[in-house]
Every structure is written in structure tokens, then in C-alpha cells.
């Protein structure tokens, strides 16, 4: 038991209840408490990891220090949810009638008690709150369609590249039914249409296509930016069907998450795995997952699970390298690199806003035989600022973000850098990626996908990193494709 998740008590108080608890080792799946029924007891995780779950739906992570059952002691009613080992662990229990007489014979004990439960409910309250609105300021729903262009104002050579693709799809498509194509012959005229359609977005939605149509009718159309929305919609609604019959592009337009790029939509980018509606709808999942924005994501996992493994490796005989990944999903890059990097060489922690990943992660952990060496802590990354009290961590080695700052704003970003900077030791650095205005689909991802980023150029994060603890400190170099910075920021 630590004091820092009962932050009224101190070291004495702490023994005491101490005294009067039981200690308890609980192996992985192991039910501590289960809903519905009254635990009559609190619960303080003393080491490992528990979960609690409403139903089949894991809704928060518990670590070393931290608090359960207070509500039920408190209200005197049964448990809202199971919590359940997530692995091997230790819970110090005490018994509701042991802690109420041990409040009692020590009022000052039980005034700093009951001001710590209010602390930490208090605490909770106000993070889901803020996270709450952080989420409807940063999906806000599905975004409105305006500046729709009459038939009049739509360029003719966009309809008629636009039927052409339709035409071709559709001759693609009775050719495979009749069997006269090939599914390789096929798959090529399939990603050609498609390339088609993202160059006739590139096309007429330039400066100086926008400006031919508005200047057709000046009094209909002023805002050039509402002129290019216009033309993304008029795209957007004659592709709908074609892009849908794409599983992976599905989900990312659906975000059924909440965000195009959740763990199970990096999974099967990663996996890269073809799947959709039809004869055509694999073979425009297949384009879609051979274009750029997926090849980053599989280029900047790989290369930072070699990463990671290189730096455990040269560490040699000073011992494990310690690793935090924020917005980690399930962290396979992590299991990655310490498969190659052998048995104790790092020390991971995960931290996600998703439960159900984390848990997916702890799974794979355990079957790989990882699982002692790492932490997976749900937390949301934009507000670890706010909970980082929370965190317990030992000073880091390296701390990395994946795709995490092409969603961020300049002050979100500053502040998760100088959270960074925090956990860091001395000499250790934080990693992260940022994709470049040069990545060719911008376009597909805006007007088809609803899939909004941030791109930054190289001088753009330098003078984000100047505004934060990390000062000048900062190396930025292109990734392999040339479409994402690297970003490395070092504490001196």
C-alpha cells in the first residue's frame, strides 16, 4: 500500500491499517469481486494488475496503490461491477467491520481517511469530466456536409472522370462474375480507378480549379475553402459505395471507436489482410491497404520495435531498458522487440484510452511470456497531464508515441511533450512521429474518410518542441517513405 493514492494519510496511519488487513495472492482470472454481490470489504491492489468489468466490457485497470470497493463501503450496497486478476497479484483486504472499528477508535485516523476516499472520487469525477469534453470537442459527431455544388457548377471533367471510374468498376466487376478476368488482372484495374478518383480530388480541388468555379457565380460562392468542401462532398457521395465496400475503409470512415485509427483498425492495417463486400470490395480494401498513410503505420511500428530491441541490446549488463508506450493499443511492437531483445531486457508500461485493447495486450503478454515485464495502465493520453499522479513510474529510458501528435493541437502536444520530459531520467528521450503535408493521401483521408490529422513540417516541430521542457533538444529526421517525421526530443 502506498500513500500517494491515499493522499491524506501518512506513513503511520498507513501501517495501521495495514495491521488490520489481510493479504491476499489472487492468480490471473481470479474473481475478487463479483457484481451484484456485497464484497464487505475495501480492496488496496498491493502488486500486479486487476481489472474491473461491467458485464464483458473492461471499463478500468487498477494498479499498485490504487483503491476498490470504497463505493460499496461507503454506500453500503452490493458491487456495480467484477473485478477480476489480470494476471498474478496481491490485494491487501480489509474487512468492512475491522476498518469501521478501527475509524472509530481513531478519529484523526478516520477524518484523513474519509477526506482521502473524497479526494479520490473526487479526482475521478473531474477526469471523466474533462475527458468527456475533450471527446465531443475532438469528434464532435459526423461532420455536416456543406457547400454542396449545384449541377451546374460541377466541373465537367470531374463528372465525367467520376462515371469513367463507375464504368470501369462495373466492367471489373461482370468480368470477375463471368470469370473472363483475373483476380491479379483485376486487382490492377481495381487500384487504377481508385487512383483515379484521388487524382480527380487532387485535380479540382487545386487553387486554380477552385477559383474556375466560384468565379462562375460570384454571388453563390465566396469562401473558396467552402467551394473545396463542396467538391470533396460532390466526390464523397458518388464514391460512397465503392469506398464502403472496403472493410478496412469502412471502419475507418464509421469510427466505430471513435477514432479512424483505434487498435483493431492499426491491427488490420498492420496485417494488411484484404477483406470487403463483393467480387470488388476486397480488391479496393487491398488498394487502400497498399496506400501510403497504411505503409507508414506499418513502417513506423516495425522500425520502432527494432528500435526499442537495439537500445535493450546495447544496454548489455546495465540492466533492462524501461519503456512507456502512450496510445499504445495492445503494444505488439513492444512484444516485438522483446522477443528479439531476450528474456527481462525491458521493462515496458502500456497506456491507452481503451480498455479492451489493454486487456488484448495483457492477454498476449501472458501468452508470450512477457507479461511480468509489463504494465498496461488505461488512461487517456491527452489528459495524462491532468493524472499523472496517477502514474506511478520509474524513471524511463524512452518514452514513444505512435500517430499520436497527428491528432493533437500545438498546446496538447505541448503539454503531453512536458509529461514526457517528466518521466524521463536523465539522458533518456522521447520518440514520436508526426506525418508530413507530403503524404499523397491527405486528400482520400479529409474528403472520403472524415479522417482529419494534423501534418507538420520539420520546422513546425522544432518550434513545437521549443515551447516545451525539452527546449532545443530535439533531432528530427524524414522516415523511410519521407511522408512522417521522426521526432526525437532528449532530456538533458
Not at 495491521?19 to 475478487?32: C, D, L, M, P
Amino acid at each position: 500500500m502506498r500513500s500517494d493514492k491515499l493522499s491524506f494519510l501518512g506513513p503511520q496511519d498507513i501501517a495501521l491499517l495495514l495491521r488490520n488487513s489481510q493479504r491476499r495472492r489472487v492468480s490471473r482470472g481470479e474473481v475478487i469481486v463479483r457484481e451484484g454481490q456485497s464484497p464487505e470489504a475495501i480492496f488496496v491492489v498491493h502488486e500486479g494488475f486487476i481489472s474491473v468489468r461491467a458485464g464483458d466490457v473492461t471499463v478500468g485497470y487498477f494498479g499498485p496503490g490504487q483503491v476498490l470497493g470504497e463505493i460499496s463501503f461507503l454506500e453500503r450496497r452490493s458491487a456495480s461491477a467484477t473485478v477480476v486478476a489480470e494476471g498474478d497479484a496481491v490485494v491487501d483486504r480489509i474487512d468492512n467491520a475491522d476498518l469501521e472499528a478501527l475509524l472509530s477508535a481513531h478519529p484523526d485516523l478516520s477524518a484523513r481517511f474519509y477526506r482521502s476516499l473524497a479526494a479520490n472520487l473526487s479526482r475521478r469525477v473531474r477526469e471523466l469530466s474533462q475527458n468527456l469534453g475533450r471527446l465531443r470537442s475532438k469528434r464532435g459527431g459526423r461532420k455536416t456536409r456543406y457547400g454542396q455544388l449545384s449541377a451546374r457548377h460541377v466541373p465537367r471533367g470531374l463528372v465525367e472522370g467520376l462515371s469513367a471510374v463507375h464504368r470501369e468498376i462495373a466492367r471489373v466487376e461482370e468480368s470477375l462474375a463471368a470469370r473472363r478476368m483475373s483476380q491479379p488482372d483485376a486487382a490492377r484495374a481495381v487500384a487504377s480507378a481508385c487512383d483515379r478518383i484521388v487524382a480527380l480530388l487532387e485535380e479540382h480541388t487545386s487553387e486554380k480549379a477552385l477559383l474556375e468555379i466560384s468565379v462562375d457565380d460570384l454571388l453563390t460562392f465566396r469562401d473558396m475553402n467552402r467551394v473545396r468542401e463542396g467538391v470533396g462532398s460532390f466526390v464523397f457521395r458518388n464514391c460512397f459505395s465503392l469506398i464502403m465496400s472496403s472493410a478496412t475503409m469502412a471502419r475507418c470512415y464509421t469510427k466505430p471507436s471513435g477514432t479512424p485509427e483505434d487498435d483493431e483498425t492499426s491491427r488490420i492495417i498492420f496485417d494488411g489482410d484484404a477483406e470487403g463486400d463483393g467480387l470488388v470490395g476486397p480488391l479496393v480494401d487491398e488498394w487502400f491497404l497498399g496506400r501510403p498513410i497504411c505503409r507508414v503505420r506499418r513502417e513506423t511500428e516495425t522500425q520502432m520495435a527494432a528500435e526499442i530491441a537495439r537500445r535493450a541490446q546495447a544496454r548489455g549488463d546495465e540492466g533492462p531498458l524501461f519503456v512507456t508506450s502512450i496510445a499504445s493499443g495492445r503494444g505488439d511492437e513492444l512484444l516485438d522487440a522483446m522477443d528479439e531483445a531476450g528474456e527481462g531486457s525491458i521493462v515496458a508500461t502500456c497506456i491507452d484510452a481503451d480498455p479492451d485493447a489493454l486487456r488484448r495486450g495483457n492477454q498476449q503478454a501472458d501468452d508470450a511470456g512477457h507479461l511480468p515485464f509489463m504494465t498496461f495502465i488505461s488512461a487517456e493520453p491527452v489528459a495524462l497531464s491532468d493524472t499523472g499522479a496517477e502514474i506511478d513510474l520509474l524513471p524511463q529510458h524512452l518514452v514513444y508515441a505512435l500517430g499520436l501528435f497527428d491528432y493533437m493541437a500545438d498546446d496538447d502536444a505541448v503539454t503531453l511533450l512536458d509529461w514526457m520530459h517528466g518521466r524521463l531520467g536523465p539522458g533518456g528521450v522521447a520518440t514520436w512521429t508526426n506525418l508530413t503535408a507530403s503524404l499523397p493521401d491527405l486528400l482520400l483521408m479529409e474528403h472520403l474518410l472524415e479522417w482529419s490529422v494534423i501534418p507538420r513540417s520539420a520546422d513546425a516541430v522544432r518550434a513545437l518542441v521549443a515551447r516545451s521542457r525539452f527546449g532545443d533538444a530535439v533531432e528530427v529526421r524524414p522516415g523511410t517513405s519521407g511522408w512522417v517525421n521522426v521526432v526525437t526530443c532528449t532530456r538533458r
